[in-house]
């Protein structure tokens, strides 16, 4: 089983930048694939971003490529989002999630964080 934990989380004003960390517990983060989805209120989670076990392999949304990089270091069980050039439509709860295969439906991956909150000002 993996726990995971997300924080960075914060409010900050359109055009700057963020960077999320998700450290998971347990000795077996390198054998999952990681994720990065996020929530608006009202709106259904959606797919941001995932990194392959290695991190030689990452896919992003179209609303997020070339403004967010996903990345990971296995040696301290840790995922990174940074976020640049933010935008008021990046505010939601921000989750990581930890899967057996590359995937961006949410439905596939079998652990999550609790999320953290980002707020865009405009």
């Known amino acids: 089983q993996v726990q995971l934990v997300e924080s960075g989380g914060g409010l900050v004003q359109a055009g700057g930048s963020l960077r999320l960390s998700c450290a998971a517990s347990?000795?077996?983060?390198?054998?999952?694939?990681m994720g990065w989805f996020r929530q608006a209120p009202g709106k259904e989670r959606e797919f941001v971003a995932t990194?392959?076990?290695?991190?030689?392999?990452?896919y992003y949304s179209d609303s997020v490529k070339g403004r967010f990089t996903i990345s990971r270091d296995n040696a301290r069980n840790t995922v990174y989002l940074q976020m640049n050039s933010l935008k008021p439509e990046d505010t939601a709860v921000y989750y990581c999630?930890?899967?057996?295969?590359?995937?961006?439906?949410?439905?596939?991956?079998?652990?999550w964080g609790q999320g953290t909150q980002v707020t865009v000002s405009s």
């Open positions: 999630a930890a899967d057996r295969s590359l995937s961006s439906d949410s439905s596939t991956y079998d652990y």
């Open positions: 347990g000795r077996t983060f390198s054998s999952y694939v």
């Open positions: 990194v392959s076990r290695t991190g030689g392999t990452t």
